[in-house]
Protein backbone atom coordinates (compact mmCIF):
# COMPACT_ATOMS: atom_id res chain seq x y z
CA UNK A 1 0.00 0.00 0.00
CA UNK A 2 1.63 3.18 -0.89
CA UNK A 3 1.36 6.21 1.62
CA UNK A 4 3.05 9.58 1.57
CA UNK A 5 2.42 11.01 5.24
CA UNK A 6 3.37 14.74 5.97
CA UNK A 7 4.08 15.77 9.55
CA UNK A 8 5.43 18.23 11.55
CA UNK A 9 2.32 21.62 10.78
CA UNK A 10 1.39 23.42 13.29
CA UNK A 11 0.96 27.19 14.80
CA UNK A 12 3.82 29.55 14.56
CA UNK A 13 4.73 33.21 15.01
CA UNK A 14 6.04 35.08 12.71
CA UNK A 15 9.98 34.56 12.43
CA UNK A 16 10.02 31.07 13.41
CA UNK A 17 10.20 27.41 12.18
CA UNK A 18 9.35 24.34 11.34
CA UNK A 19 10.43 21.29 10.06
CA UNK A 20 8.15 19.03 7.96
CA UNK A 21 8.46 15.52 7.51
CA UNK A 22 7.11 13.34 4.54
CA UNK A 23 7.38 9.65 5.35
CA UNK A 24 7.10 7.13 2.22
CA UNK A 25 6.20 3.20 1.70
CA UNK A 26 4.69 1.26 -0.50
CA UNK A 27 7.33 2.55 -3.54
CA UNK A 28 10.86 2.52 -3.92
CA UNK A 29 11.81 5.80 -2.61
CA UNK A 30 15.25 6.13 -3.41
CA UNK A 31 14.29 6.07 -7.50
CA UNK A 32 11.00 9.29 -6.55
CA UNK A 33 11.51 12.82 -7.38
CA UNK A 34 10.34 14.12 -4.68
CA UNK A 35 8.83 17.94 -4.28
CA UNK A 36 6.95 20.41 -1.88
CA UNK A 37 3.70 21.88 -2.56
CA UNK A 38 1.76 24.13 -0.58
CA UNK A 39 -1.95 25.45 -1.31
CA UNK A 40 -3.13 28.69 0.89
CA UNK A 41 -6.43 29.40 1.40
CA UNK A 42 -8.35 30.46 -1.73
CA UNK A 43 -5.40 29.83 -4.07
CA UNK A 44 -4.11 27.80 -6.10
CA UNK A 45 -1.44 25.00 -4.85
CA UNK A 46 1.93 25.61 -5.83
CA UNK A 47 5.44 24.07 -5.81
CA UNK A 48 8.19 24.46 -3.24
CA UNK A 49 10.46 22.81 -3.45
CA UNK A 50 11.89 19.40 -5.43
CA UNK A 51 14.79 17.09 -4.62
CA UNK A 52 16.53 14.24 -6.66
CA UNK A 53 17.04 10.81 -6.13
CA UNK A 54 19.87 11.00 -3.82
CA UNK A 55 19.29 14.28 -2.66
CA UNK A 56 22.35 16.15 -4.43
CA UNK A 57 19.87 18.40 -6.93
CA UNK A 58 17.69 20.74 -5.59
CA UNK A 59 15.30 23.60 -6.63
CA UNK A 60 13.42 26.18 -4.99
CA UNK A 61 10.36 28.96 -5.92
CA UNK A 62 11.65 32.25 -5.48
CA UNK A 63 9.31 32.91 -2.20
CA UNK A 64 11.28 29.74 -0.43
CA UNK A 65 15.16 30.63 -1.69
CA UNK A 66 17.35 31.21 1.71
CA UNK A 67 14.24 30.79 4.34
CA UNK A 68 13.54 26.77 2.93
CA UNK A 69 15.67 23.74 2.55
CA UNK A 70 14.41 20.45 1.43
CA UNK A 71 16.52 17.23 1.95
CA UNK A 72 15.98 13.67 1.97
CA UNK A 73 16.57 10.13 3.67
CA UNK A 74 16.94 7.40 1.20
CA UNK A 75 17.37 5.20 4.61
CA UNK A 76 14.17 6.50 6.40
CA UNK A 77 12.33 6.91 2.94
CA UNK A 78 11.51 10.65 4.05
CA UNK A 79 11.60 13.79 2.76
CA UNK A 80 12.36 17.41 4.83
CA UNK A 81 11.32 20.82 4.16
CA UNK A 82 12.97 22.82 7.30
CA UNK A 83 11.36 26.45 6.65
CA UNK A 84 12.91 29.70 8.83
CA UNK A 85 11.93 32.85 9.53
CA UNK A 86 8.57 32.15 8.45
CA UNK A 87 5.80 34.73 7.47
CA UNK A 88 2.33 34.82 7.51
CA UNK A 89 2.05 34.56 4.12
CA UNK A 90 3.36 30.76 4.33
CA UNK A 91 0.30 29.86 6.10
CA UNK A 92 -1.16 27.02 3.65
CA UNK A 93 -1.41 22.97 3.71
CA UNK A 94 2.09 21.64 2.75
CA UNK A 95 1.65 18.31 0.54
CA UNK A 96 4.43 15.99 -0.48
CA UNK A 97 4.79 14.63 -4.01
CA UNK A 98 6.46 11.32 -5.13
CA UNK A 99 7.24 10.55 -8.57
CA UNK A 100 9.04 8.39 -10.76
CA UNK A 101 9.03 5.26 -13.55
CA UNK A 102 5.42 4.85 -13.69
CA UNK A 103 3.45 6.49 -10.43
CA UNK A 104 3.07 9.54 -9.42
CA UNK A 105 1.82 9.93 -5.56
CA UNK A 106 0.46 12.71 -2.79
CA UNK A 107 -0.05 13.01 0.25
CA UNK A 108 -2.67 14.57 2.17
CA UNK A 109 -1.24 17.67 3.66
CA UNK A 110 -0.05 19.01 6.89
CA UNK A 111 -1.37 22.59 7.98
CA UNK A 112 0.80 25.65 8.65
CA UNK A 113 0.10 28.81 10.25
CA UNK A 114 1.70 31.57 10.95
CA UNK A 115 0.12 33.84 13.27
CA UNK A 116 0.99 36.05 15.93
Known amino acids: QVQLVESGGGLVQPGGSLRLSCAAS????????MTWYRQAPGKEREMVAHIGFTGDATSYEHFAQGRFTISRDNAKDTVYLQMNNLKPEDTAVYYC?????????WGKGTLVTISS
Open 26 to 33: GFTFSESV
Open 97 to 105: RAVGSGFDY
